[in-house]
């Protein structure tokens, strides 16, 4: 069944890739409540048009996260990269912002906009969000944009969220969150699972995944509807500070390298 939801979901989003790479079939306007319309014009201008309109996001999970210089930030299902190249010029030239996808067309098209827009502190790895390349206690911030509705295991996208964050770390994730009341099927009705409907999960379910985890400070708020009793929410958490280890070192950036096995975009491009 994972197999099964990896393909049916990397498919509809190679497609998209390729669209947003040609220049055809744009998927969505600002009346969805989904892509580039979520921005403000400043956070637009900032980036080239190509990362602008590959934007299939729910929210604008870098406007909440309050990124620091120097931090290391990891963007979940990355796409076309926007919230990884906003994320790095908030982070700056001693911080890093990582962006983790499946497909290979949108890490392709990631990284041409990463190019395009001169960032040289960005990293594009290849692999699921179920099993994040990357070792324990390495990131500062998780973030991501309208893909753990997409996950085919849900509840080993959150336990990775844990184990990557650091403690202390934080997450500020914008995703489609159903109302409790919805039964799956009622959610199946409203939209498809590759279109981001189907497969959310419910505001409870949400708040008790990322609790389960050892998540702590957990919040979710809507922010705006996008199809009858399914929000767009904003998801807040921590990972509780180690009471053994208060002064958490992180891992080294080339330990990180290692850990993703070089199956990453880098200088070198895609592999
Ligand atoms: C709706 S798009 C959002 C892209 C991007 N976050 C944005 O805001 O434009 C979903 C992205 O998540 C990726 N994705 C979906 N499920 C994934 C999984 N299980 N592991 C890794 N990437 C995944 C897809 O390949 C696609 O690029």
Redesign the pocket.
């Known amino acids: 069944m994972t197999d099964q939801?990896?393909d049916m979901?990397?498919e509809?989003?190679?497609l998209?890739?390729t669209q947003a790479a040609t220049g055809s079939g744009a998927c969505c306007g600002p009346e969805d409540g989904?892509?580039a319309g979520l921005y403000s014009a400043l956070e637009q201008a900032e980036l080239p048009d190509a990362a602008v309109l590959?934007?299939?996001?729910?929210g604008n999970p870098t406007a909440v996260a309050e990124l620091r210089e120097g931090e290391r930030v990891l963007?979940?299902?990355?796409?076309?990269?926007?919230?990884v190249l906003l994320s790095a010029r908030r982070v700056g030239p001693s911080g890093r912002a990582f962006g983790?996808?499946?497909?290979d067309e949108?890490l392709a098209l990631a990284q041409r906009n990463a190019t395009d827009a001169g960032a040289t502190n960005v990293e594009f790895l290849k692999?699921?969000?179920?099993a994040i390349p990357l070792p324990a206690n390495s990131i500062d911030v998780v973030i991501?944009?309208?893909?753990i509705n997409?996950?085919?295991d849900k509840a080993a996208?959150f336990r990775e969220i844990a184990r990557v964050l650091r403690p202390g770390g934080r997450i500020g994730i914008?995703d489609i969150v159903a109302e409790d009341a919805l039964t799956p099927d009622q959610r199946a009705e409203r939209g498809s699972y590759v279109g981001?409907i189907a497969g959310a999960l419910s505001f409870s379910e949400f708040e008790r995944g990322l609790r389960s985890a050892g998540l702590e400070n957990v919040s979710l708020t809507s922010t705006h509807l996008v199809a009858d009793g399914m929000h767009s929410v904003i998801a807040k958490a921590t990972k509780p500070m180690s009471p053994a280890e208060p002064t958490h070192a992180r891992p080294a950036l080339d330990e990180l390298a290692l850990a993703s096995s070089g199956c990453g975009c880098g200088t070198g491009g895609c592999c």
């Open positions: 939801i990896h979901v990397r509809r989003y190679a998209a890739a989904i892509g590959a934007s299939l996001g729910c963007d979940l299902g990355s796409g076309g990269g926007i919230d983790l996808d499946m497909t949108m692999g699921h969000i179920e991501s944009n309208c893909v997409l996950a085919a996208v914008s981001c």
